[in-house]
T-cell receptor, first 111, second 114 residues
Framework: QKEVEQNSGPLSVPEGAIASLNCTYS??????FFWYRQYSGKSPELIMS????GDKEDGRFTAQLNKASQYVSLLIRDSQPSDSATYLC???????????FGKGTRLHILP | DGGITQSPKYLFRKEGQNVTLSCEQN?????MYWYRQDPGQGLRLIYY???????QKGDIAEGYSVSREKKESFPLTVTSAQKNPTAFYLC?????????????FGQGTRLTVV
């Protein structure tokens, strides 16, 4: 079983709608969870970090964490064409401080 | 300005040559990481270091070597033993604390074997 799994997409969402991105992880001692956005040819940039169960909101972005289900998600409200990118889910495990990434989900916002 | 600097941005290597990719950070971060990204793929961990003079292998360490002689620097050497080195290489750093442990990335080095 892969450590961090994401649907590769592409996920197409109309402009102004809510984009929902999902991620599951296999290591139950995972401690920290991150969402990164990566534009083509560029390095990843951090969007959200979440450490405890529940929701965390920052502007148009909401991260949701459910440790019992080993599930983390990212919601993007009022999607804009500039949100079109690949979104990477990352997990940090307690025992060795590794940060493991999923393969990413390509998001395409339709004008 | 604080940040992570990778150099060079583009690098071309002949088969059989070793090359070293530079990564420097002035964020006073304890932990540093090297990832490899192939087209259409996620990031795969090559090596990481939690503290000076110590580092651990990631998932794809074969054909690579690193050193961590200074807190600010974590160079990656791609050796001739790496069979398919053409890729986008990303260096990252984080505080290594229990919280606020997010990793921040440099701009990357795109390595091409010619």
């Amino acid at each position: 079983q892969k450590e961090v799994e994401q649907n590769s997409g592409p996920l197409s969402v109309p402009e102004g709608a809510i984009a929902s991105l999902n991620c599951t992880y296999s290591d139950r001692v995972s401690q920290s969870f991150f969402w990164y956005r990566q534009y083509s040819g560029k390095s990843p940039e951090l969007i959200m970090s979440i450490y405890s169960n529940g929701d965390k909101e920052d502007g148009r972005f909401t991260a949701q964490l459910n440790k019992a289900s080993q599930y983390v998600s990212l919601l993007i409200r009022d999607s804009q064409p500039s949100d079109s990118a690949t979104y990477l889910c990352a997990v940090k495990v307690i025992r060795d401080d590794k940060i493991i990434f999923g393969k990413g989900t390509r998001l395409h916002i339709l004008p | 300005d604080g940040g992570i600097t990778q150099s060079p941005k583009y690098l071309f290597r002949k088969e059989g040559q070793n090359v070293t990719l530079s990564c420097e950070q002035n964020l006073n971060h304890d932990a540093m990481y090297w990832y490899r990204q192939d087209p259409g793929q996620g990031l795969r961990l090559i090596y990481y270091s939690q503290i000076v003079n110590d580092f651990q292998k990631g998932d794809i360490a074969e054909g690579y070597s690193v050193s961590r002689e200074k807190k600010e620097s974590f160079p990656l050497t791609v050796t001739s033993a790496q069979k398919n080195p053409t890729a986008f290489y990303l260096c990252a750093s984080s505080t290594g604390d229990t919280v606020n442990t997010e990793a921040f990335f440099g701009q990357g080095t795109r390595l091409t074997v010619v």
